[in-house]
């Protein structure tokens, strides 16, 4: 029988710092969107494997909590410093999994490297407070960590999103199971293997690879304090009700359709460029992606020089590929129904083949105008460089196309009118807003996190607001009698 060498090792879970096989074996295939190669299999976990990482965790916490916080941000410079010396290691297997172009995978590792440096900081945002609040009587509040946690990730980000967790969650004092998209689980093995390098003590991070199955395990386990999912709507609903059903504290960040509303007195070559890049930048599988235009006004001559933008991003240059032969075909069906609706495709990324890359995923540059609100191009997230162009009379108007989304992870506003800016930010309904800004992403020490179905759970996910959810608060009221002390030298 031949033997198939995959140029990755089958992947294994990391459970107390080594490397382990899963209990049973079925392994899915992971592919390169990139060439549409093989180039590594991943194992189905079962409940069993997630028990054995829950307890290795669960070993670790005493010790991994008694470090002082300074100690543990130690470690953590330390791996920061190995992120860099590893970037281009790391931006490699992020391009290899996922189909982005190489700047966009090292973007996507410097955004890990801010995730980290914010962690670093943690001892100066995370003192106490005590007060004397009667004689003698001071209260007092520290904060703790939960335990053991869980963090569920997507295949976009396979490198940032599981920064937006592991550093935070750690240097607070928690130990923690990573599962990490079965559909891109390169990245998560490295940045275990550093940390461990960096000296993060075993069983403090673990991983598990899996799907469905997995999620569910984590959900139910009553070992698992809280719960951090990023994906979908559909499955953040699943994952939040179940973790909370099992008394879990759970944030939850699905999917997104943003609005980015252009006004007749915008800026044309940055609106143009702006729009383009938010709508295309990482083949449009990002959750800030711009993926509806509201065209208010007269701003025909912005949409013709964003055709021209779109018209120099170039598949398998400077646009990668999607993640998976199904999402191309999803992709290119939301665009013939569009079409097939009566919309009018500017610019068709239909059919798009890479020379030398034909077994490849790539969609090329799209942009649909006149979409109407009913069209399920105007309301699904389509996950791919599509742009709908939704046409408004007015920006009362503009602004009630964007409120009836369901989602609400981002919105921006496109002019130069500091009133007209002022009245979107206060009127969009969306969690991150950006005025000239195609992808409004908050940077350290700011928090990211949407609003309506874009985000379950009161905190968001990085920045302070993780704080909060990631530590429990102590308070402690104490009283010693000042006048009852011992003068031990008479
Ligand atoms: P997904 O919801 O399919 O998968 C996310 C995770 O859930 C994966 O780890 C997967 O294994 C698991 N999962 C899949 N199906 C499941 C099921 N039936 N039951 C339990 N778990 C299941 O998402 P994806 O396709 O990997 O990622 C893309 C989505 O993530 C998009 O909707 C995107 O907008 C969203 N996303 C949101 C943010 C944000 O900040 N709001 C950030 C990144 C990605």
Redesign the pocket.
């Known amino acids: 029988m031949e033997v198939q060498t995959l140029k990755y090792p089958a992947i294994r879970n990391y459970v107390a710092g080594q490397l382990t096989a899963a209990t049973q074996a079925p392994t899915l295939e992971v592919y390169s969107p990139l060439s549409g190669e093989l180039i590594s299999t991943v194992p189905l976990s079962t409940a069993a494997d997630l028990d054995a990482a829950v307890q290795a965790a669960k070993a670790a916490f005493p010790a991994w909590a008694a470090v002082p916080i300074k100690e543990k941000v130690q470690i953590f410079y330390r791996y920061k410093t190995l992120l860099e010396h590893h970037m281009h290691t790391l931006a490699g297997l992020v391009r290899e999994e996922n189909g982005k172009t190489y700047d966009e995978a090292r973007a996507e590792v410097e955004k890990a490297i801010e995730l980290t440096e914010f962690a670093c900081s943690m001892p100066q945002l995370i003192q106490g407070e005590i007060l004397e609040v009667s004689k003698g009587v001071e209260c007092r509040i520290e904060r703790k960590p939960l335990g053991v946690v869980a963090s ?6 396979p490198n940032m ?1 599981p920064h ?1 967790t592991i550093p935070n969650a750690l240097v607070l004092g928690n130990c923690l199971v990573l ?5 891109v689980p390169l990245s998560a093995i490295k940045i275990a293997e550093l940390l461990k390098e960096a000296g993060l003590p075993n069983g403090v991070l673990n991983i598990v690879n ?3 199955e ?3 395990a984590i959900c139910d386990h009553p070992d698992i304090q809280a719960v951090s ?8 609903k ?2 939040y009700r179940r973790a909370t059903a099992n008394l879990k504290r759970c944030v939850a ?4 359709k943003n609005h980015l509303l252009v006004l007749p007195d915008a800026q044309p070559e940055m609106t143009a460029s702006n729009v383009a890049a938010s709508m295309s930048g990482c083949a449009g ?5 711009g993926s509806t235009m509201v065209a208010v006004g007269g701003v025909d001559h912005i949409i013709s020089k964003l055709v021209e933008e779109a018209k120099k991003i170039v598949p398998g240059q400077n646009l990668g590929s999607v ?1 998976s032969r199904e999402a191309k075909a999803r992709i290119e069906q939301h665009i013939t129904d569009a079409e097939a609706a009566g919309a009018t495709i500017l610019l068709d990324g239909r059919n798009t083949q890479v020379p030398g890359h034909e077994a490849g995923y790539y969609v090329g540059p799209t942009v649909i105008d006149h979409v109407t609100p009913d069209m399920a191009i105007a309301k699904e ?1 389509v ?1 791919g460089p599509v742009l709908a162009i939704l046409r408004a009379k007015t920006l009362d108007e503009g602004i009630a196309l964007e409120n009836a989304s369901n989602y609400g ?1 981002a919105a921006a506003v496109f002019t130069q009118s500091g009133s007209h800016a002022r009245y979107v930010m206060e009127h969009a309904s969306a969690g991150m807003i950006g005025v000239n800004i195609g992808v409004p992403v908050p940077r350290e020490p700011f928090s ?3 609003w309506n179905e ?2 379950f759970g009161a905190c968001d ?1 990085t920045g302070k607001s993780s704080i909060e959810f990631w530590t429990q608060l102590k308070k402690t009221t104490t009283k010693w009698n000042p006048e009852s002390r011992t003068n031990w030298m008479s």
């Open positions: 569920i990730a997507p295949f976009n980000f999103v937006w599962k990490p998209s079965e559909q899996g799907d469905r997995i999620v569910e999912f990023v994906g979908s709507t559909k499955i953040a699943v994952v960040l699905g999917g997104a599988q990002r959750c800030m992606a993640i997230e996950f992870n990211f996190g949407g874009s985000k996910i």
